[in-house]
């Protein structure tokens, strides 16, 4: 089993800067991608940023810029760095990781954090 905890949300003034982490542990074989979606009050889920195994970065247009997504492969460790924030950015937080094994391909979600940007 595979188990995301999450860290670093909280309340943040607009213009303000918060770091997520989310650390996976448990029996990891092969991490394809990690990374984060959101979900806002009364909105679906969105995908936030992604990197993949080979660092490649994926990002939503509404954070692109301001968003910037790490991976600690040795702590197996994703990070978001988030600058600017705007009241737009408060919504939960949700890490995500694609791992495979011999079986097959699951996804594990954390707990989710909340990130709320308001003065």
């Known amino acids: 089993q595979v188990q995301l905890v999450e860290s670093g949300g909280g309340l943040v003034q607009p213009g303000g800067s918060l770091r997520l982490s989310c650390a996976a542990s448990g029996r990891l074989f092969s991490i394809n991608a990690m990374g984060w979606y959101r979900q806002a009050p009364e909105k679906e889920r969105e995908l936030v940023a992604r990197?993949?195994?080979?660092?490649?970065?994926n990002y939503a247009d509404s954070v692109n810029g301001r968003f910037t997504i790490s991976r600690d492969n040795a702590k197996n460790t994703v990070y978001l760095q988030m600058n600017s924030l705007k009241p737009e950015d408060t919504a939960v937080y949700y890490c995500?990781?694609?791992?495979?094994?011999?079986?097959?391909?699951?996804?594990?979600w954390g707990q989710g954090t909340q990130v709320t940007v308001s003065s």
């Open positions: 990197i993949t195994s080979g660092i490649d970065t």
């Open positions: 995500y990781l694609v791992h495979s094994t011999s079986r097959g391909t699951s996804i594990y």
